[in-house]
């Protein structure tokens, strides 16, 4: 079946910078667009950044734009989200996600998530 397991968040200051990963199994993964959301605390689900499968296509949420970046490496099946200027709002916990269906921004269509990995950033 198809897994999505992320790994690379924590506990940063203000300003500082983390790369989320997301590995893939159980597709083809370079069949398939990915895709980053987050929920933060009292929030809900918000997207954040998708890529196309060949890398070519990305999209940004307003919030995050300039200083995310999303990017892909089809030979490891892995998803990247490189986070700079990290803000104390940009605290939630960041799902990687993808699916075949039609989705929107607030992730309903969205097939398949991962579990998720923590970001913490302190003022």
């Known amino acids: 079946q198809v897994q999505l397991v992320e790994s690379g968040g924590g506990l940063v200051q203000a300003g500082d910078s983390l790369r989320l990963s997301c590995a893939a199994s159980g597709l083809t993964f370079s069949g398939y667009f990915m895709a980053w959301f987050r929920q933060g605390p009292g929030k809900g689900r918000e997207f954040v950044a998708s890529i196309g499968r060949t890398g070519s296509n990305t999209n940004y949420a307003n919030s995050v734009k300039g200083r995310f970046t999303i990017s892909r490496d089809n030979a490891k099946n892995t998803v990247y989200l490189q986070m700079n200027s990290l803000k104390p709002d940009d605290t939630a916990v960041y799902y990687c996600?993808?699916?075949?269906?039609?989705?929107?921004?607030?992730?309903?269509?969205?097939?398949?998530w991962g579990k998720g990995t923590q970001v913490t950033v302190s003022s």
């Open positions: 996600a993808t699916g075949t269906r039609v989705w929107d921004l607030s992730g309903n269509g969205i097939e398949y």
